[in-house]
């Protein structure tokens, strides 16, 4: 009896490890899935009219914090065909991807659009025509929402007199209305740092003395107008003389924002110019749900994170042909626990960036990672492909899917699962055309970029003094 007890607790426990373990030793893909509910359709909701501007705020953690709604419920928007929309939106984003390639090859001349703790509700801006993440600040006063972007170093918003300016939700920031407000003179050493930050010279107007800025974007937007300084408040915090640009020509896909908070690295970025505040310090945690809202952290206190594992760093790689941006090393990655074999892992870097949306990988990584995808996600009915997605299904009937881990490796031993809400784009509300979020670049040379729709639902913490960057696990909600 000992003995055939013993062996059933032998053989119970083999058994127990070849499920833990396939036959060449790696962890078994069940283990390495997640879950994806598919949407239920459900009655329209009636439109609100905006109220993003009404925003409560309170302290916790030494951290001030503001909050914003996203901007789905915030906003009135106009009826727009959803396919339109869509393609409109990856269309803008395949150009901003154009445009940080031109600048690695020196096509142009321009730039790509480029110790307090301070919170402010980070919320979708995709109502507002925009796939990008939007805050609220104060400037000069004056209430301001503007996408928050890592490749982008002048802040700026539109300002009167506009000469030329987009549609917005908010009234135009007003000079007039504040005594903080000041010109920069032409001469002025802030006039001619310009150049390293948005890669066009500062210039003086005929007869003018006030300095001038010009930043282009990759799809053809782009902001003109005065630099200026200002007193900008962030939450509970104020910094006093703010260099900003007030925008009076400006022009782009904007979504109806006031403006953009440049958060690259250059002297003119908002993280150089509130050194002495928040010590180089910012993170941001982007929701998985439109109507859900994040957060932007400015400061380098971890107590104010609410991260569910710990923050693992891997070192900010300098790029002397880009200097403002944010590289990494990427060193791998894998599918469902099985590691993918690529030469473009060799290369390696690559550009992380808050105003991307889809991830672009270079070929033979987005190759093997589509492939190895297909293989574990099998038996569902494909679709037709969309833009630049070209990896789609129908899911409709299913009320869930499990979707195998994609988990992205950086130098350091770094290892980032991309959160469930970041592997499907759904370019139909219903399910029927369901796409693999990631895009292949066009050549092995061009730089991969890792867009926000894979960083949702984790706290990207950037630590400029160090030259490091950070990501943990975390739950996006503000409350």
């Given at each position: 009896m000992a003995g055939s007890t013993i062996q059933r607790s032998m053989l119970s426990l083999l058994l127990l490890l070849l499920l833990l373990f396939g036959d060449d030793g790696g962890v078994n893909c069940m283990e390495e899935k997640q879950i994806l509910l598919l949407p239920k359709s459900q009655a329209r909701k009636p439109t609100r009219t905006p109220r993003c501007s009404s925003q409560r705020s309170r302290s916790e953690?030494?951290?001030?914090?503001?909050?914003?709604?996203?901007?789905?419920?915030?906003?009135?928007?106009?009826?727009?065909?959803?396919?339109?929309?869509?393609?409109?939106?990856?269309y803008s984003d395949e150009s901003r991807v154009r445009s940080i390639q031109s600048q690695r090859n020196r096509v142009v001349s321009t730039k790509t659009e480029q110790q307090s703790e301070s919170e402010m509700p980070l919320g979708s801006?995709?109502?507002?025509?925009?796939?990008?993440?939007i805050v609220t600040i104060e400037l000069g006063g004056q209430k301001m929402s503007v996408i928050v972007d890592t490749g982008s170093d002048i802040t700026w918003v539109q300002c009167q007199p506009c000469r030329y300016c987009?549609?917005?939700?908010?009234?135009?920031?007003?000079?007039?209305?504040?005594?903080?407000?000041?010109?920069?003179?032409?001469?002025?050493?802030?006039?001619?740092?310009?150049?390293?930050?948005?890669?066009?010279?500062?210039?003086?107007?005929?007869?003018?003395?006030?300095?001038?800025?010009?930043?282009?974007?990759?799809?053809?937007?782009?902001?003109?107008?005065?630099?200026?300084?200002?007193?900008?408040?962030?939450?509970?915090?104020?910094?006093?003389n703010f260099v900003f640009g007030c925008g009076q020509r400006n022009h782009g896909l904007f979504?109806?924002?006031?403006?953009?908070?440049?958060?690259?690295?250059?002297?003119?970025?908002?993280?150089?110019?509130?050194?002495?505040?928040?010590?180089?310090?910012?993170?941001?945690?982007?929701?998985?749900?439109?109507?859900?809202?994040?957060?932007?952290?400015?400061?380098?206190?971890?107590?104010?994170?609410?991260?569910?594992?710990?923050?693992?760093?891997?070192?900010?790689?300098?790029?002397?042909?880009?200097?403002t941006f944010y590289f990494l090393n990427f060193t791998?990655?894998?599918?469902?626990?099985?590691?993918?074999?690529?030469p473009g892992f060799a290369k390696g870097v690559t550009l992380i960036d808050s105003g991307t949306v889809i991830t672009r990988l270079v070929p033979s990584v987005y190759k093997a990672v589509r492939d190895e995808?297909?293989?574990?996600?099998?038996?569902?009915?494909?679709?037709?492909?969309?833009?630049?997605?070209?990896?789609?299904?129908?899911?409709?009937?299913?009320?869930?899917?499990?979707?195998?881990?994609?988990?992205?490796?950086?130098?350091?031993?770094?290892?980032?699962?991309?959160?469930?809400?970041?592997?499907?784009?759904?370019?139909?509300?219903?399910?029927?055309?369901?796409?693999?979020?990631?895009?292949?670049?066009?050549?092995?040379?061009?730089?991969?970029?890792?867009?926000?729709?894979?960083q949702k639902n984790l706290r990207v913490v950037y630590n400029g003094k160090d030259s490091e960057l950070g990501f943990a696990e975390e739950n996006c909600r503000y409350s």
């Open positions: 953690k030494d951290a001030t914090m503001l909050e914003m709604r996203h901007h789905d419920s915030s906003f009135r928007t106009t009826k727009i065909n959803r396919d339109d929309k869509v393609e409109k939106l990856l801006g995709i109502k507002l025509q925009t796939m990008n993440y987009y549609n917005q939700q908010d009234p135009l920031f007003n000079p007039t209305l504040s005594p903080t407000f000041h010109s920069i003179l032409c001469n002025s050493s802030i006039c001619a740092s310009l150049q390293f930050a948005t890669g066009n010279l500062g210039f003086c107007r005929i007869n003018g003395k006030n300095c001038n800025y010009n930043v282009n974007y990759g799809d053809g937007s782009y902001t003109d107008g005065e630099l200026s300084l200002e007193q900008l408040k962030l939450g509970d915090t104020t910094v006093q979504g109806g924002v006031s403006g953009l908070m440049g958060l690259g690295r250059s002297r003119l970025s908002l993280v150089s110019q509130t050194l002495a505040e928040f010590g180089g310090v910012f993170s941001y945690c982007l929701p998985s749900e439109e109507n859900l809202s994040g957060s932007l952290i400015l400061g380098a206190n971890l107590s104010a994170f609410r991260n569910s594992t710990p923050i693992s760093y891997t070192r900010i790689v300098s790029n002397p042909q880009m200097p791998g990655a894998s599918v469902g626990g099985i590691p993918l074999q690529a995808f297909l293989k574990q996600f099998s038996g569902y009915p494909s679709a037709p492909g969309f833009s630049i997605l070209d990896t789609c299904f129908n899911l409709t009937g299913y009320s869930e899917v499990d979707i195998p881990n994609l988990r992205l490796h950086f130098e350091g031993g770094t290892e980032v699962k991309v959160d469930v809400s970041g592997m499907f784009y759904f370019v139909r509300k219903d399910a029927s055309q369901v796409c693999l979020a990631l895009a292949s670049l066009s050549s092995e040379d061009e730089i991969a970029i890792i867009g926000n729709y894979q």
